[in-house]
C-alpha cells in the first residue's frame, strides 16, 4: 500500500536527521525551529544525520520536491496569492485542506525575512509578527496582533527591525500613534504579540496536491533543504553512515546564516548505497 505524501515526507523526517540541543526546555519542542533571542541564552545545535544507505534507493509515493518559482493549481480551498498563519506552531501545516479563515492578503506581507525565505523554498516562516490598524484618529494608529477579518493590512516582522520596512519608507522601525506606521528605533513598538507561524499558498497548494513516486533518497534530501531554508538562530552540522560500520561527519556546526548554502550542496550530492549503521552513527554523534 502507498502511503500518503505527508507520511512519507515526515517519515523522511524521522530517518533522515537527528537533534542535538543545547537550548533550555520550552514549552513546545517544535520552537527549537523559531528561535527567539529573548528566550535562549546560546544558539541550539541541529545535527542531520542523514540515512544514505543502499534501500534509499526505493520508490515511494510522494511528492516531486516544492519549487518556490512554481505557481501550483489551487487545491482544497488554498487560494492563490495569500499567506496563512497560525499561533499554536507545530511542524505540519496546521490547516486541513485550508478550511480555516487564518490567512490575509501576499501583498499585505511586508517582512522581507518571511518572503526571501519563501522565494528560497521555506515551507514556513515563525517570529513575531503584527498587523497594522489604520483606523480612528491618528493616536489610534496602531500595531496589533493579526486578524483573520483584516486580509489587506499591513503584516510586519520583528526580524525586518532596522533593515527593512515596506520596501519604500526610509524610516524602519514599526512604530504607534503616528500617521507613518514606520519611525525611528526610538519609537519602535515592543512586539509582545503571540509568535506566530506564516505559511505561503503557494506551497500549501504544493503540499495538499497530487503524488508521484520517487525514491526515498529524493524526498529526504526535498525535506532536509526545506528545513535548512526555514530554520534561523541556530547552528547546524551533517552526519552520514559509512559503508559497513559507523558513520562521519560531512559538516561540522556552524552557524545557519552561513552554512547553508555548503549544506545544501552536500545534502543535493549524497547517493545512497551501503549499510545502515545507526547505533554506531548515534554514538559516534554522541561523542
Given at each position: 500500500m502507498?502511503?500518503?505524501?505527508?507520511?512519507?515526507?515526515?517519515?523522511?523526517?524521522?530517518?533522515?536527521?537527528?537533534?542535538?540541543?543545547?537550548?533550555?526546555?520550552?514549552?513546545?519542542d517544535?520552537?527549537?525551529?523559531?528561535?527567539?533571542?529573548?528566550?535562549?541564552?546560546?544558539?541550539?545545535?541541529?545535527?542531520?544525520?542523514?540515512?544514505?544507505?543502499?534501500?534509499?534507493?526505493?520508490?515511494?509515493?510522494?511528492?516531486?520536491?516544492?519549487?518556490?518559482?512554481?505557481?501550483?493549481?489551487?487545491?482544497?480551498?488554498?487560494?492563490?496569492?495569500?499567506?496563512?498563519?497560525?499561533?499554536?506552531?507545530?511542524?505540519?501545516p496546521?490547516?486541513?485542506?485550508?478550511?480555516?479563515?487564518?490567512?490575509?492578503?501576499?501583498?499585505?506581507?511586508?517582512?522581507?525575512?518571511?518572503?526571501d525565505?519563501?522565494a528560497?523554498g521555506?515551507?514556513?516562516?515563525?517570529?513575531?509578527?503584527?498587523?497594522?490598524?489604520?483606523?480612528?484618529?491618528?493616536?489610534?494608529?496602531?500595531?496589533?496582533?493579526?486578524?483573520?477579518?483584516?486580509?489587506?493590512?499591513?503584516?510586519?516582522?520583528?526580524?525586518?527591525?532596522?533593515?527593512?520596512?515596506?520596501?519604500t519608507?526610509?524610516?524602519?522601525?514599526?512604530?504607534?500613534?503616528a500617521?507613518?506606521?514606520y519611525?525611528?528605533?526610538?519609537?519602535?513598538?515592543?512586539?509582545?504579540?503571540?509568535?506566530?507561524?506564516?505559511?505561503?499558498s503557494?506551497?500549501?497548494?504544493?503540499?495538499y496536491?497530487?503524488?508521484?513516486?520517487?525514491?526515498?533518497?529524493?524526498?529526504?534530501?526535498?525535506?532536509?533543504?526545506?528545513?535548512?531554508?526555514?530554520?534561523?538562530?541556530?547552528?547546524?552540522?551533517?552526519?552520514?553512515?559509512?559503508?559497513?560500520?559507523?558513520?562521519?561527519?560531512d559538516?561540522?556546526?556552524?552557524?545557519?546564516?552561513?552554512?547553508?548554502?555548503?549544506?545544501?550542496?552536500?545534502?543535493?550530492?549524497?547517493?545512497?548505497g551501503?549499510?545502515?549503521?545507526?547505533?554506531?552513527?548515534?554514538?559516534?554523534?554522541?561523542r
Amino acid at each position: 500500500m502507498a502511503i500518503s505524501k505527508q507520511r512519507a515526507a515526515w517519515l523522511a523526517v524521522g530517518i533522515g536527521w537527528a537533534i542535538a540541543s543545547g537550548a533550555p526546555a520550552l514549552a513546545d519542542d517544535t520552537e527549537i525551529f523559531f528561535v527567539d533571542p529573548a528566550n535562549i541564552t546560546t544558539q541550539p545545535n541541529i545535527l542531520f544525520i542523514f540515512d544514505n544507505s543502499g534501500s534509499m534507493d526505493e520508490q515511494v509515493e510522494s511528492q516531486t520536491p516544492y519549487e518556490p518559482a512554481t505557481t501550483y493549481p489551487a487545491a482544497a480551498s488554498c487560494g492563490t496569492n495569500r499567506v496563512y498563519w497560525t499561533t499554536t506552531g507545530g511542524t505540519n501545516p496546521p490547516l486541513p485542506n485550508c478550511t480555516e479563515d487564518t490567512w490575509f492578503d501576499r501583498s499585505a506581507l511586508k517582512c522581507k525575512a518571511a518572503t526571501d525565505q519563501f522565494a528560497a523554498g521555506a515551507e514556513k516562516f515563525g517570529g513575531r509578527l503584527e498587523q497594522y490598524d489604520p483606523t480612528g484618529a491618528t493616536s489610534d494608529h496602531k500595531w496589533r496582533a493579526i486578524s483573520a477579518n483584516e486580509k489587506s493590512r499591513i503584516v510586519e516582522c520583528q526580524n525586518d527591525a532596522g533593515i527593512h520596512s515596506d520596501g519604500t519608507d526610509p524610516k524602519l522601525y514599526a512604530r504607534d500613534a503616528a500617521a507613518d506606521p514606520y519611525g525611528d528605533a526610538s519609537e519602535e513598538i515592543s512586539w509582545t504579540n503571540t509568535r506566530t507561524t506564516l505559511w505561503d499558498s503557494n506551497y500549501l497548494n504544493w503540499y495538499y496536491g497530487p503524488t508521484t513516486s520517487q525514491r526515498k533518497i529524493d524526498i529526504v534530501k526535498a525535506v532536509a533543504k526545506n528545513m535548512l531554508n526555514s530554520i534561523n538562530g541556530v547552528n547546524v552540522g551533517l552526519m552520514t553512515y559509512n559503508e559497513r560500520q559507523g558513520g562521519h561527519v560531512d559538516y561540522a556546526l556552524e552557524d545557519v546564516a552561513t552554512a547553508r548554502a555548503n549544506m545544501i550542496a552536500q545534502v543535493d550530492a549524497l547517493q545512497p548505497g551501503g549499510f545502515t549503521p545507526l547505533s554506531e552513527t548515534l554514538y559516534e554523534e554522541y561523542r
